[in-house]
């Protein structure tokens, strides 16, 4: 019979966040969602307020909480470039405050925590595929450093609270994670694309479209963080996970409306500043340590996704910023 744990998420009515609940609850834990609902609703975890071993805190984590657990996962943190950098001093309070707070639970309680970092950590990146090893090339006074430089603050005070106190720690490196329960005015890309083909919108591609990135489905990525919380007591990381197949925007664009018979023009926008050329994860570390690689194609992992795009109603998501 598997240890029954009492797991915190915060973030955990987003997209992954909402995922991640989802399984701990299947799988028989006793889950504590925080989350302040900025970049998601309360819809996302309905179904689970009914269940007896789920509980949902409308709470911001850049304010401290009092709560008695024995695993965390880190996710609260806005991260779609237009909303984290609608207000920048946020998204870094968030980051940086609470890890902070997760932490000073973690050390409380003597609890496991994971932090959802990104790969976001590399920058720009010059080296490539990016491995752990791989320092970034972040630009900290652009845009994007708020959402870069606040991960990176992060994982800085996951190793520290590992080393000083002895906490155990587990960090992973998310790379562009897609699939249903986006949310569908987030502004990432893959939620554009879907939402300009089901609507015949023109699908708006920034810059000329051959910057790459490589997706990783859902629950490949949900699965990857469990075993990360259930890997030996050594294994901190960082570890990447991401799908390392490599696409493209303009090869998604054109998927996408293969994908939904959409009768959209591609048009291109300015790419915004700091934008990464490419991203591919190096994923030989999770191999070897969580014997973890992704299961999902892009193809099948965007019909899915498509397909729950086709039953949401639309009215009933607000935009949680202007940029999307
Ligand atoms: P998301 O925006 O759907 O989820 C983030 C959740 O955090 C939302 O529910 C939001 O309301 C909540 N939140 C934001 N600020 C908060 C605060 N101050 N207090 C409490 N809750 C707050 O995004 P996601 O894609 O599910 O991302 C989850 C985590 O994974 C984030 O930390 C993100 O940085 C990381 N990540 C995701 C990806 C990806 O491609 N999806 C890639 C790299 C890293
Ligand atoms: N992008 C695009 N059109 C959109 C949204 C994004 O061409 O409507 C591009 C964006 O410039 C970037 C890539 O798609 O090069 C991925 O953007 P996203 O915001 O999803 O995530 P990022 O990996 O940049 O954090």
Known sequence: MPQIHRILVTGGAGFLGSHLCER??????DVICVDNFFTSQKSNVAHLLSQP???????DITQSIVLDVDQIYNLACPAAP????????KTMKTSVLGAIHTLGIAKRCRAKILQASTSEVYGDPEVHPQPESYR?????????????????????LFMDYHRMHRLDV??????????????????RVVSNFIRQALHNEDITIFGDGSQTRSFCYRDDLVEGMLRMMDAPDDC????????PDEFTILELAKLVIELTGSRSQIVHKELPTDD??????????????LGWSPRTSLR??????????????????RAPTPNY
């Not at 071993?53 to 709470?59: E, G, S």
């Not at 970034?136 to 994982?155: L, W």
């Not at 099948?300 to 998501?317: M, S």
């Open 24 to 29: 701990l609850v299947e799988q028989g834990h």
């Open 53 to 59: 071993n789920f509980d949902l805190v409308r709470h």
């Open 82 to 89: 237009g909303h984290y950098q609608y207000n920048p001093i």
């Open 136 to 156: 970034g090339a972040v630009n900290p006074v652009g845009p994007r450093a708020c959402y870069d430089e606040g991960k990176r603050a992060a994982e800085t």
């Open 170 to 187: 587990r960090i992973v490196r998310i790379f562009n994670t897609y699939g249903p329960r986006m949310h569908p005015y987030d502004g």
């Open 236 to 243: 901190v990381g960082p570890i990447n996970l991401g799908n």
């Open 276 to 289: 990464p050329t490419r991203r591919r994860p190096d994923i030989t570390l999770a191999k070897k340590h």
């Open 300 to 317: 099948e992992g965007l019909e899915k996704t498509v397909a729950w795009f086709r039953t949401i109603r639309w009215d009933e998501y």
